[in-house]
C-alpha cells in the first residue's frame, strides 16, 4: 500500500498525465519532479492507445515517454499470457541500450507485478529461453537474436499488444529493415506501435507510416537539434598530429573528469585505447569485436569511473545513458551527419552540462560541413592547441547548402532551437527537475544505475 502523502510531490508534476500511484511512487523514489516535453506531450496519447512518432533531442526523457504508459497499460489489463507469449515488446538497436531500457523498465515499474526480459545476441540463449518460457509482460530486444528465437519457436509474439521500435531511424535503415519487417508480420496488425528516436530523416518518416495506424507525431525540438547545453567545439589538426592532440586534451584539461572518444573503425578504437593506457590515462574500449563480457564490462568500469576514457566506435553512439560524461571527443568526424547528433548526445543529459570536441583533419572537412548543415549551425573553432592547422579550416569543401533538406523551410542558422523551444517546449525551465541536494552540483548526481546495482 502506498501512502498518499509519498505521492503527493510526485502527483503534482505528473498529475496531467493520470499516471496510476504505484508508478508515481518510482518516479518519486527516483526524484523525478515534472515530465519532460517529450514525456508531457507524448504520455496523453500513449495512454490512449494512440500509435505515435516521437522525436525529441538526445537524453531528454524518452525511455519513460514509452515504458511509463505500457506498465500502466500492463497493469490496468492483467493477462496472463501463456508460455513463451510477449505482451509488450521493445527493440533496439544495440545490446547495451536493450540492457539499458530493461532496467529502466525494471525500476519504473518496481512497484509494480511485471515479468521482464531482455535478450540480445553474443551470449549463450540458454538463460534468455528460460526466462521467456512463462511468457513475460515486456520483451526488450535486439531484433537478431529475437528472430533466432523466433524461428526457434521459443517465444511467440502473437499476443504482443504494444510494440516500440527505439532509435527507430536506425531500425528502419537498411541494416534492420528486413529483420523488422519480419518481426512486426508476427505480431497482430491491431498492436499499439510507439516510434521514438532523436533524429528522423524525411524517407524513414516516410517508411514509418508502414508501421503505423493513424499515428500522433510529437516533436519537442526539430530533429537533430543538438541539446544547447552541450558546448560544441572544433579542433583543426593534421591527421598524423591527431593522436597527439588527443593525448594532450586529456592530460592538459582536467574539467575532463569522464571522456567518451569517439572513433570510425574498431582497430582505431584498440589502438588509442592502448595508446592511451600508455601514458597512463585509464581506458577501456568497446566495439563490435568485442565479446559481450567484455563490452559490459568496459562499460561498468566507464560508468562506475574506474576508467575515465572510452574510446568506442558508434555502438556506443545510440541511447546509452551514462551520468556525468563531461566531454564526448570525436577523434574521428562520422560519415553519417546523424551520428554526430546521437555521438554528443551521450553527454548534457537530463539537464547537465557537457562539451563535445570534434578533431577534424584535411578528409573530413566534408563530413564536418554536412554536420552542420545538419544541426543547422556551425561549430566554434578551438584553436587553443598546439596542433590547429590553419590550411585546413580556410578549406573550402565544396559541400553546398542547398544539397541541404534542413534549409529547405528557409530557417537560416540558430533559430531552429530557439524558435521551436519557445512554441513547442512549453515547459522548457521544468524540463528536468529532478531534486538533487541542495548545493550539490547537477553534474556530481549520483549514477542511479550504479546506485540500483549496488
Ligand atoms: P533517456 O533520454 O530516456 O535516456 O533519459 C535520459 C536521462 O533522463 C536518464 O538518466 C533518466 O533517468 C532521466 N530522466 C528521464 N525522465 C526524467 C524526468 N521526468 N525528470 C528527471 N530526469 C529524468
Redesign the pocket.
Known amino acids: 500500500m502506498l501512502a498518499n502523502s509519498s505521492i503527493q510531490s510526485v502527483q503534482t508534476?505528473f498529475k496531467t498525465l493520470d499516471l496510476i500511484n504505484p508508478i508515481c511512487q518510482a518516479?518519486h523514489e527516483?526524484?523525478?519532479?515534472?515530465?519532460?516535453p517529450i514525456?508531457e506531450q507524448a504520455i496523453p496519447y500513449l495512454v490512449k492507445g494512440r500509435d505515435l512518432l516521437g522525436c525529441?533531442q538526445?537524453?531528454?526523457?524518452?525511455?519513460?515517454?514509452f515504458a511509463l504508459p505500457i506498465l500502466q497499460w500492463l497493469e490496468q489489463n492483467r493477462e496472463v499470457v501463456g508460455p513463451k507469449g510477449v505482451r509488450s515488446l521493445i527493440l533496439a538497436p544495440t545490446r547495451e541500450l536493450a540492457v539499458?531500457i530493461g532496467e529502466?523498465f525494471r525500476v519504473y515499474g518496481r512497484h509494480l507485478r511485471i515479468k521482464q526480459t531482455v535478450i540480445y545476441g553474443g551470449v549463450r540463449p540458454a538463460l534468455q529461453i528460460r526466462a521467456l518460457s512463462r511468457g513475460v509482460d515486456v520483451l526488450v530486444a535486439t531484433p537478431g537474436r529475437l528472430l533466432d528465437l523466433l524461428n526457434q519457436r521459443q517465444l511467440r509474439l502473437d499476443k504482443v499488444g504494444v510494440l516500440v521500435l527505439d532509435e527507430a531511424d536506425r531500425m528502419l535503415d537498411m541494416g534492420f529493415l528486413p529483420d523488422i519487417k519480419k518481426i512486426c508480420s508476427a505480431i497482430p496488425s491491431s498492436r499499439q506501435t510507439m516510434l521514438f528516436s532523436a533524429t528522423l530523416p524525411s524517407e524513414i518518416v516516410k517508411l514509418s507510416r508502414n508501421f503505423l495506424s493513424d499515428p500522433v507525431k510529437v516533436t519537442v525540438n526539430p530533429p537533430s537539434s543538438t541539446v544547447d547545453k552541450i558546448e560544441q567545439k572544433v579542433l583543426f589538426v593534421d591527421r598524423e598530429n591527431k593522436s597527439d592532440l588527443l593525448e594532450f586534451i586529456l592530460e592538459e584539461d582536467e574539467s575532463i573528469q569522464r571522456a567518451l572518444v569517439f572513433t570510425r573503425t574498431k582497430h582505431g578504437a584498440n589502438r588509442i585505447a592502448k595508446r592511451l593506457s600508455k601514458v597512463k590515462i585509464p581506458t577501456e574500449a568497446i566495439h563490435g569485436n568485442k565479446s559481450q563480457s567484455a563490452r559490459l564490462q568496459a562499460l561498468e568500469k566507464f560508468r562506475s569511473g574506474r576508467v575515465r576514457v572510452l574510446v568506442a566506435t558508434d555502438i556506443a553512439s545510440r541511447?546509452l545513458?551514462v551520468?556525468g560524461i563531461t566531454h564526448v571527443i570525436n577523434y574521428e568526424l562520422p560519415k553519417e551527419a546523424e551520428s554526430y547528433v546521437h555521438r554528443i548526445g551521450r553527454t548534457a543529459?537530463?539537464?547537465t552540462d557537457g562539451i563535445a570536441l570534434s578533431l577534424c583533419d584535411a578528409g573530413e572537412k566534408s563530413y564536418l560541413r554536412k554536420i552542420e548543415l545538419e544541426i543547422c549551425c556551425s561549430l566554434n573553432i578551438d584553436q587553443n592547441h598546439p596542433f590547429h592547422a590553419q590550411s585546413i579550416a580556410n578549406k573550402k569543401t565544396g559541400v553546398r547548402k542547398s544539397g541541404s533538406k534542413n534549409f529547405s523551410d528557409g530557417r537560416g542558422r540558430g533559430n531552429r532551437n530557439k524558435s521551436t523551444v519557445r512554441s513547442e517546449g512549453k515547459n522548457k525551465d521544468f524540463s528536468?527537475?529532478?531534486n538533487h541536494s541542495p548545493g550539490k552540483p547537477v553534474n556530481g548526481k549520483k549514477n542511479?544505475r550504479n546506485r540500483r546495482a549496488s
Not at 58 to 64: H, S, Y
Open positions: 508534476g518516479l527516483e526524484k523525478y519532479i515534472l515530465p519532460t514525456q525529441a538526445t537524453g531528454t526523457g524518452k525511455t519513460a515517454a539499458q529502466s541511447g545513458d551520468d543529459r537530463a539537464g528536468f527537475s529532478r542511479i
